[in-house]
């Protein structure tokens, strides 16, 4: 009596850093029918500035858009804020929507308020 078993053909991709003793393994089963392709992996790193995202995020910036992002993150409504400098809710919103320049005394209360540098808001 003859026995014919069909196996179905395996098909499987391991990528990343393989062990050597994972591919030993795989060409000792399967000598006639393993192919392994090596891609040329791409570490290239790259400074964060010349990132395209960065770029565009930073042409971006202003010194209104960053007193938003930081009094927002403070959790603060522009109100609040007004009342903790001495000026006005509408100033607060003048000075986020470039209405009203930044000066460098309001600069530094900013920057003492929030802890970062007070050129962030110049």
């Known amino acids: 009596m003859l026995v014919v078993v069909k196996k179905p053909p395996i098909d499987f991709t391991v990528s990343g850093k393989i062990p050597k003793n994972l591919l ?31 770029k565009e995020s930073k042409a971006e910036e ?23 400098l001495g000026i006005s809710k509408q100033f607060v919103s003048n000075m986020e929507n470039g209405i009203k320049p930044i000066s460098r005394a309001m600069a530094l209360k900013l920057g003492s308020l929030f802890e970062v540098p007070a050129g962030r808001f110049i």
């Open 24 to 54: 030993d393994f795989l060409s000792s089963e399967y000598k006639n029918s393993l192919h392994i392709e090596f891609e040329e992996e791409e570490d290239t790193l790259m400074e964060v500035q010349e990132m395209a995202w960065y």
């Open 62 to 84: 202003t010194p209104g858009g960053n007193l938003r992002f930081y009094r927002r993150l403070a959790h603060m409504n522009q109100t609040e804020l007004g009342n903790k």
